[in-house]
């Protein structure tokens, strides 16, 4: 699937296919990046109070990675998805 396949997809989806990739494939190192980079997306959609929560407490990470794929966080996160998904055409 190219770029442009990609950006047409649902945020959700994006998601649902990178995270599920890197789970199969055990890429900790995307599911690490993926998890470095949801405060800086919850912050850019709004979110600066739970940007805080997820600073201070790596649960609160693991959960948001496996749900980033909804609502504003999970538009927030497309170019990583989209990035990610481009280079595993596979996925």
């Known amino acids: 699937m190219d770029v442009e396949e990609l950006e047409s997809l649902p945020a959700k989806e994006l998601h649902d ?3 599920r990739y890197a789970v199969r494939h ?8 993926l998890l470095k980079v949801i ?3 919850e912050a850019a959609s709004g979110n600066s109070e739970e940007t805080a929560n997820d600073l201070s407490r ?3 990470l693991l ?21 990610y998904l481009s280079k595993h055409p596979d996925a």
């Not at 055990?26 to 990046?33: H, N, Q, R, Y």
């Not at 959960?63 to 990035?83: F, H, K, N, Q, T």
């Open 26 to 33: 055990g890429d900790f190192g995307f599911l690490w990046d």
């Open 39 to 41: 405060p800086a997306a």
């Open 58 to 60: 790596v649960s609160a």
């Open 17 to 19: 296919r990178a995270v």
């Open 63 to 83: 959960s948001d990675a496996m749900a980033a794929g909804e609502g504003e966080l999970g538009d927030a996160l497309r170019p990583v998805y989209v990035e």
